[in-house]
């Protein structure tokens, strides 16, 4: 696993864990850049098919970071988010990629040691878990032919 | 609206894994009210595939198209420019969609991605419980709304049976007994003396005894 | 009389009834069933031969009822709607008559669930009621139930179950009013251990004058330990068994325990005698039919009368 670096994507919420984001930022904490950090409105705007075709096209890990329980400004789009995830991990494990690369946090806007620590500690949970293995397979696949 | 599951994943994988491509077809309709076989679960359901077969070193091809319905031979008939660029269909409607597919490309693999269940209602989001089981002969205007066939885990025409309990079906205790549910509604609306008229033994012709059934309307049919 | 039935005879001679059950085995033991029904000869008036009980596969009634028949014994064909077509039923009706078979009990059945068979389809073409309805036509008018006239119509003293005990309470004097509406003859109800609400459901009976179109066997099964007692007041659906019970099944040591629910069972009889409309009593006591002798005896109800038993006086020597 020479020089693995994961591919990760954050879906965060725009009032809660992307201004927990923003806060990390004017903290000048540092996290690591293999996070490609997507806003989104709530988290109940995020589907399955966006963590899927995140995970199709490439990235090791995936996940969503929303509201604290109780705090999500659209009433409970944190808790549809959870339960999108807890599908999504049945069905990752039932087609052999893993459960694991996709979760849910939560955490209020000023958080924002806690979204630095979350990035830091999924990036690196990833890190060991090792890469995609769909993506494993197509690039190596491509070698081939290529 | 017609209910369906998707079948599971494991069923799924050996039922395409002989095919290089496939057509996974999707119904506008009741599986898209059931969160079953829409466009979105076509989505879901073609990116997972990918990446188990990706995955397996098998990469599969997977075309998606969401028919507006799949048991209309208009709406199967779009499927025409797909269909030679595949090996096999796998069909996310009920039923009835997958065997119009089969019966309009008799050459092509035909495979249900679900297993479809009852015909229901939804009882609140993302639930939905059977109602009507097509018996052909509806009594509902005699049992106040309630359906002893689809409800009742004995079909009871005259019950409830002895194992009711709390409201309850013995069976499941997540399950309405039907005929407490229709004693309720007899009372709220009026009319508990109908209760002791005995309903006669079903004729089950109409419920498909006599064999698979057709409805042909006069007026309309060329 | 509308039938040749013995029970019948003895209802309407105004005596207490009693009957008992038989369960048939689970697999093809004739000898077994003959061991069971002998312990209740002399002592019953007939006996029940249940039909795939709790959904379990079980020797065929009929098959057990003719087996029953050869021995002398007077047997009662339970079926249920739960396992047979009305094509079937009719069939295995006029097949019992044709082996004097003519006390038969109409059941909806436990659900499959409960069974050794879940994954198996159930049939209910009729339900119960209609199945009373079915046998009395078939009785009183000579019909199938499609329409046509029967040879040899089968001559059946038509039983039904009741349960005062089921939800919700406020139909169950209805119920048994459809019942009679449908044709039944005789009733025989869940066993009884909540005497208060039995009682209602008998003053319910009485205030609308079933209780004299159908001669209603109050059911009685006897307590064998506090653990039983407990299992039937929290598993099984329809049953009532109130605290008391329970309580003073526990209140004595284990070795007492069965005395004690024999004793619950006689004092039960004892108060049943004196409820108006209570025309006898059914015995299930289950996986301890040798106890229904000594309940019988003890209750105050031998000798049985004469009509009945017939290899009774050789076996017995004398006893009616």
Known sequence: MKNFEPVIVAFCCHYCAYTAADMAGSMRLRYPPNVKIIRVPCLGKVDAIHIMKSLEKGADGVYVAGCLEGDCHFKNGNVRAAHRVDYLKKLLDEIGIGGERVEMFAMSAGMGERFAQTATDFTEKIRQLGPNPAKVARNENQRAAG | MITAERKPMEELIQCVKPYRSILLAGCNECVTVCAAGGRKEVGVLASALKMHFMKAGKPLEIQEITLERQCDPEYVEQLVSNIDQVDAVLSMACGCGVQEIARRFHNKPVFPALNTKFMGASERQGVWAERCQGCGDCVLGFTAGICPVSRCSKQLFNGPCGGSTNGKCEVDPSVDCAWQLIWDRLKALGLTERYEENLPAKDWRPAGGGGPRRIIREDMAS | ?320
């Open chain 3, 1 to 320: 009389m509308k039938t040749e039935s013995t029970l019948e005879k003895i209802l309407a001679s105004g005596d207490l009834a009693v009957t008992s059950e038989c369960g048939p085995p689970r697999g093809a033991l004739p000898q077994k069933v003959r061991e069971k029904a002998e312990l209740l000869r002399g002592y019953v008036d007939a006996v029940n031969v249940t039909d795939n009980q709790t959904a379990m596969v079980r020797m065929s009634s009929l098959a057990a009822c003719i087996i029953l028949k050869q021995m002398g014994l007077n047997p009662i064909l339970q079926m249920v709607t739960r396992d047979r077509n009305r094509l079937a039923m009719q069939s295995d009706i006029i097949g019992a008559y044709a082996h004097g078979i003519d006390t038969m009990l109409c059941l909806s059945g436990d659900h499959p669930h409960f069974g050794d068979h879940p994954m198996a389809a159930s049939v209910h073409d009729i339900d119960s009621i209609q199945m009373i309805q079915m046998v009395k036509d078939m009785r009183d008018e000579g019909l199938f139930q499609g329409g046509e006239k029967i040879d040899g119509p089968p001559k059946m003293f038509i039983g039904a179950a009741a349960n005062p005990f089921a939800d919700p309470f406020e139909l169950r004097v209805s119920r048994l009013a459809k019942k009679m509406k449908a044709g039944v003859d005789f009733i025989q109800t869940q066993c009884i251990y909540n005497l208060d609400k039995f009682e209602k459901w008998m003053q319910g009976v009485r205030d609308r004058g079933l209780h004299e179109k159908v001669h209603i066997l109050a059911g009685i099964t006897p307590m064998k330990s506090v653990g039983m007692a407990r299992y039937m007041k929290n598993k099984v659906p329809g049953m009532d068994v109130p605290d008391e019970v329970v309580k003073r099944m526990g209140g004595v040591p284990k070795d007492k325990q069965a005395d004690e629910g024999i004793k619950i069972c006689l004092e039960t009889i004892e108060r049943l005698k004196n409820v108006e409309g209570v025309r006898g009593f059914h015995l299930m006591a289950i996986e301890w039919e040798q106890k229904v002798p000594e309940i019988v005896e003890r209750a105050g109800l031998l000798p049985r009368p004469n009509s009945v038993n017939l290899g009774a006086q050789n076996v017995r020597g004398g006893k009616p």
